[in-house]
């Protein structure tokens, strides 16, 4: 059953790519038309910085292991302190919380230190996830092409899954990284469609009378769904290394729906600076920052 499901990754890992390299060549297309050069330089960097950034942290995700199962108390006992050699072995600890969870595993035991050490990497694992929807809602606002939204979002997608993989030392099963991907593949083909729709909807006669400007509203859609996407991402990804096998799939992704949907207002939040920003990049009708609300 492993081999099926390293197989079906497999195959989504040659979708994805196939969709990458679509992408890249279409803008390659363009960069040519102005210096050959320019475009083959464009390649070379594209494929040393997806190699560096994307495959081997994700070749690394692939080989984690999975938050264990437990069963029996002296079963448990076991798994747990393996479980915390792992985080040690595995997890980018400095060297204090390196110390201190040494010192633990000796006084408590490792149900209780991997329960400590879970609850102190939430707020970071929050933190990287709306960093990404940050800079998914950034990019793909800026973007304003379909193929670049989709190149953004599949490779933030996994830049994120890889890091919380970093952060927590445990990666999903092999089934539901397989359906997180399918989720990456998902989102990317939303942020194309919705670009490409949006192009096709004349957005001056809408939001003319509302003193927004058509690239403005374009730009917050597109940033804002593609944000919303990669949240909802991480925050199942979250609760599938949490859980590990011991899973209840429809449990799992209530609590990432709720996850996403608590998350929105930070969010807001982080996101208040880079809208207004953009807002005031679009012409005369921007909205100036000092009307915002608060």
Sequence with gaps: MRKNFILLIAVLFIILLLLVVSSIITIGDKIASISILGAYL?????????????????????????????????????????AVRTVLRNCDLDEKE??????????????????????????????????????????????????????????TNFTMINKLVKTTGFRPTYLQLAKIYFRVLGASFVA????????????????????????????FADGAINAYLTIRIGYVTKE??????????????????????????????????????LWNKSGNNAIPADDYPE
């Design 192 to 219: 194309m469609t919705v670009d490409d729709l949006l192009d096709e909807i004349d957005l001056n006669g809408i939001v003319g009378g509302l003193g927004l400007g058509a690239i403005a509203i374009k730009s």
């Design 98 to 155: 390196r110390i201190e969870m040494e010192a633990e595993l000796n006084a408590l035991g490792g149900k209780d230190v991997l329960q400590k050490f879970w609850k102190g990497r939430t707020k970071k694992i929050d933190k990287i996830i709306r960093k990404n929807a940050v800079s998914v809602f950034t990019l793909s606002a800026i973007s304003q092409k379909g193929s670049i939204d989709m190149l953004i979002c599949i490779i």
């Design 42 to 82: 464009f390649y070379l960097i594209f494929v040393v910085f997806l190699i560096v950034f994307v495959a081997v942290p994700t070749y690394k995700t692939l080989r984690s292991p999975t938050m264990p199962n437990f069963n029996s108390e002296d079963e448990d006992m076991q798994k747990a302190h393996k």
């Design 240 to 277: 599938y290394i949490r859980l590990g096998e011991d899973f209840n799939a429809q449990e799992a992704r209530a609590r990432a729906r709720k996850a996403a949907g608590m998350s929105i207002k930070p969010l807001i939040l982080d996101l208040k600076d880079t809208v207004i920003s």
